[in-house]
């Protein structure tokens, strides 16, 4: 089973349709591979995996070629929802502590905090227009008893962690960031902000370019070959010919891309909608009044955010088939789950829906390594639809450990778990099925 979504899903021709692509100009600048070439990396995919690994490997003097088979941010990287913030496991506290103890959880929270620093040191470093917003991430109780939750949390963060964080009351909450229905009191922490993700990932592969790294768009990589310790990546258009392989294609990965993938990943769906910009007298008849990134305690949490140019932008998850009949069933579903949540707004009209792939894994963890298989073929995915930061320093800790600047056990043991096989991985759909269903139940208890 190659593919878990309806091809549409994987379809680079068909228009994306997000907000964040009006505001970037059009990016069909790199040309398709037409020939054979030989470096030492070969890196698939160009989102903030792929990019922030290229730039960080040929810093350390390698030389490196980018195979993306739609255009540079393509796929997660520039459709996602901009919360450059921590969290890309789906292991409760008590789970990571539970497995990996606390000298390692503390590592792993110190890793997803570097992430957020390492993107505004690339914004700064490659003068990147990125609009960050925002001072940390607000966590919402969609109920009274969900406080409690917020509470443990709190209490982890500031003691396992050591994240800068804060409770709020529910008039707190309404003084310092925003009113909503189901607002009971809220956790600041105060780690992340907001960014336009196609700017920065248009921002990664501007910079990639002007270091002369070899990029190549629409160059799908279809088959692949090992003969004489050198891989050969073929795309329709041509051959690369490398010593060693970087797999960045997260969520948009095939599981024939490389054996050893059959069965180790599950990508999820989930939908963003934007509205049209709103005044500040909407935005103060709704009580809104913070750029910071905000979500709440569900299970199949929601994500929402105030842009740079006032529009309001609404997430969640959801989607099991990904066929263009399911993506218009979402689209109402989550409008009418926006209008609940912001009645003030319930007339303001929406102008952009879209959808996308992130990727978890079996044992809910990132990952970063190379395939016992193969040593010569290294990852770093599943991030658990967290990885603006995430998939940016991934990129730059397995570009350290390719060019030996850092071993594997430098980074927590939460990274480098081996990517291991669902159990009876062709029933993967119907795991996430139930999981969904129960959630769904979880989240409307009282
Ligand atoms: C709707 C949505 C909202 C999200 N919101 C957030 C958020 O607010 N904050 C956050 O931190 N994270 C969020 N995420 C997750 C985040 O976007 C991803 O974790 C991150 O972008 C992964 O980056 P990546 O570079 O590893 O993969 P991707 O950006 O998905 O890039 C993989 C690339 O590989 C290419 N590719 C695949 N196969 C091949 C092949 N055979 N040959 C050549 N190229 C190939 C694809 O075309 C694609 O461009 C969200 C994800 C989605 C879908």
Partial sequence: MARLYDTSMYDRTRPVGSFWETTVPSPMVDPPLSHTLHCDTAIIGSGFTGLSAALHLAEAGEQVCILEAGTPGWGASGRNGGFCCVGSTRLSDEELLQRFGRDETYRFFQHQRDGVELVRHLAQQYNLSIDAQGNGEIQVAHRPSRRSALENQYAFFKDV???????????????????????????????????????????????????????????????????????????????????????ATNGYTSEALFPAFEGRLLPVMSNILTTRPLTSEELAAQGWHTETPVFNTQNLLFYFRLLADGRFLFGGRGGMVGSQEESDRRRHVLTQQFRRTFPAWSEVEITHFWNGLACTS????????????????????????????????SGRAIAQIMTDQAQLTDFSAVYRQPLKAFPLPGLRMWYLRSLYALYTLQDALP
């Fill in 161 to 247: 962690a050591e994240y800068p964080c804060v409770l709020w009351t529910s008039e707190e909450l309404t003084e310092k960031a925003l009113q909503i229905p189901e607002g009971y009191g809220a956790l600041w922490l105060g780690v992340g902000f907001g960014l336009n993700p196609m700017k920065y990932v248009q921002g990664l592969a501007t910079a990639v370019r002007q270091r002369a790294i070899a990029l190549y768009a629409h160059s799908p990589v279809e088959a692949w070959e090992k003969t004489d310790a050198k891989h050969q990546l073929h795309t329709p258009g041509g051959t690369v010919v490398a010593r060693r392989v970087l797999i």
């Fill in 362 to 393: 079996a044992n809910l963890t990132p990952h970063i390594g190379s395939f016992a298989e193969d040593p010569s073929v290294f990852y770093a995915l599943a991030y658990h639809g967290n990885g603006v930061a995430a998939a940016t320093w």
